[in-house]
């Protein structure tokens, strides 16, 4: 099977299974370190860098040198188009003309989809804003394997910026994926984001249990945690298993067993709004030093940091053979060889023939409409000027009650609180047109491609909505029967 011009914005663009043979050609790569090999030759890599890095770059860019192939850099905006003015599509198709691969690094949440979707080339996003890093999850559950063997099962904690962290954000949907349990340490106002944790739990069909709500006899046997995500028994087969019955007890009992390995970020200052904020998360951030690995249920784990570190991860642990992050960041070179030969459609990879299934598939119906612009992410890519020009705002509805909707490129959620529709069945005439709360059974009566959506009763009535009998919140919504003597 070949993953020829396949693109990497996000970890489930790949499945289980070509995750793993990702990993068995990474093996073969790492012989290849100290030769020089011309698997690549005569291709050539953009590696677009508009943050900084350090190791996502250079890994690549030497990941393609020991292929044989060649690099072409930008690692400043300010010295490209962009800084005249130019739309990342535009951008992406005239790169896409110059290199047979992209790699590209963005502050802001789905510009790698902007490029997959217009560059002609396969694009691997080195990290999109606050959104997702994919390849440096490789690096980290390339490393799990290679110390654990397995990832099923295994107790993960997750330390420091969970919100705005895009390694674990990437993070954690593999190892939902691949059936680990996550402990969440208490850590408030650094919480994953609500459409991560939706994700988790939908999509995967894991489940969140808070600290509070477990029995005390479980409580007891566990370190303290704000919350544990606990993956389905048998994670695989999530698509054939709609109503799935977690076994919490047998998962905890595992959990008391210890910690797997703990894995901890920098506070994502660049990310934060206000230098206020960065002070409010200083306060109770996490210190990974020897003290605090002295508790029992760390004997056994393996520390990992994506890097770079600040002050979150002690310089002393860095003798210790469970400190991971060094090699996690070595193994970076090898990974993205594999990733790059992939993608490049230079090697074909064999997965099991079975179907994979890890990856789960839900096609929900989009939100097209353009009434005016919908404010849900200051970070979203869909936000700047330059965008705007051609991007329309896209959500995919991903539950009608209630009404949610998950937008194309930085994954955020909103929440409409009003609903018309653009049925003509439904409004006779353009100045009948009404609007109602999404709270009321109108959501489940207008079909998707019909869904208008407003944030407020002023954007629908300047729209020319007029407001029905159901656009109070507190309407029954099960009650369609009135709605017909109103109308
Ligand atoms: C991470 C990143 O850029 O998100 N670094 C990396 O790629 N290894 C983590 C970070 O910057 O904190």
Redesign the pocket.
């Known amino acids: 099977m070949s993953l020829k011009n396949r693109n990497l914005v996000t970890i489930d663009d790949l499945s289980n299974g070509e995750i793993e043979a990702v990993f068995s050609l990474t093996d073969e790569m790492s012989e290849l370190m100290d030769k020089q090999s011309a698997v690549c030759r005569g291709k050539i890599m953009a590696s677009l860098f508009f ?1 900084p ?1 350090t ?2 770059r250079l890994s690549f860019e030497a990941a393609m040198h020991r292929l044989g192939g060649s690099v072409i850099t930008a690692v400043d905006g300010g010295t490209t188009s962009l800084a005249k003015g130019e739309s990342l599509a535009d951008m992406a198709r005239v790169i896409g003309s110059y290199a047979d691969i992209i790699v590209i ?1 963005h502050p802001w949440e789905g510009a790698a989809k902007i490029f997959a979707d217009y560059a002609g080339v396969p694009v691997i996003n ?2 999109d804003g606050g959104h997702e ?1 994919p390849t ?1 999850t490789l690096c980290d559950l390339y490393t799990l394997l290679k110390e654990r063997q397995t990832i099923e099962g295994l107790n993960i904690a997750l330390f420091g910026d969970l919100e705005n ?3 674990i954000h990437s993070l954690t949907y593999a190892l939902a994926r691949f059936g680990a349990n996550i402990g969440f340490p208490s850590n408030a106002g650094r919480e994953l984001p609500e459409y991560v944790k939706r994700k988790l739990t939908v999509e995967y069909r894991g489940q969140f249990k808070k600290y509070k709500d477990l029995p005390p006899a479980i409580q007891k046997r566990l370190f303290p945690l704000d919350a544990v995500y606990i993956t389905p028994s048998s994670p695989h087969q999530l698509a054939m298993m709609p109503e799935i019955n977690i076994n919490i007890e047998i998962k905890l009992k595992a959990m008391k067993a210890g910690v797997d390995a703990l894995y901890v ?2 506070r ?1 200052l660049e990310r934060l709004s206000s230098i206020a904020e960065g002070e409010g998360l200083k306060e109770d951030y996490p210190v990974i030093d020897k003290k605090f690995l002295k508790g029992k249920e760390y004997k056994e784990a393996l520390v990992m940091h ?3 570190r600040v002050d979150e991860l002690a310089y002393e642990l860095d003798d210790d053979p469970k400190s991971m992050y060094f090699k996690q ?1 070595a193994r970076g070179v090898p990974i993205r060889m594999a990733l790059l030969t992939l993608l490049l459609g230079e090697k074909e990879i064999s997965i099991p023939a079975k179907e994979d299934l890890s990856v789960p598939k839900r096609d929900y119906p989009l939100y097209r409409h353009d009434f005016g612009f919908i404010d849900h992410n200051s970070k979203c890519v869909s936000q700047l000027d330059t965008e705007k020009r051609y991007i329309k705002p896209e959500f995919k509805i991903v539950s009608k009650e209630p009404l949610t909707l998950s937008c194309v490129y930085c994954e955020h959620e909103i929440h409409p609180q009003y609903i018309a529709s653009s049925d003509p069945h439904h409004e006779k005439s353009l100045d009948s047109r009404k609007y109602h709360s999404a709270n009321t059974y109108w959501v489940r009566n207008i079909k998707p491609e019909n869904l208008i959506i407003f944030d407020t009763e002023d954007s629908a009535k300047e729209n020319g909505f007029k407001p029905s009998y159901y656009a109070g919140a507190s309407r029954d919504r099960n009650d369609p029967g009135k709605v017909s003597k109103e109308q």
Do not use: F, I, V
């Open positions: 943050e890095s190791r996502t690094r080195a990290g890093h440096q962290g895009r390694t970020n920098r994502q994506p890097l770079p960041a």
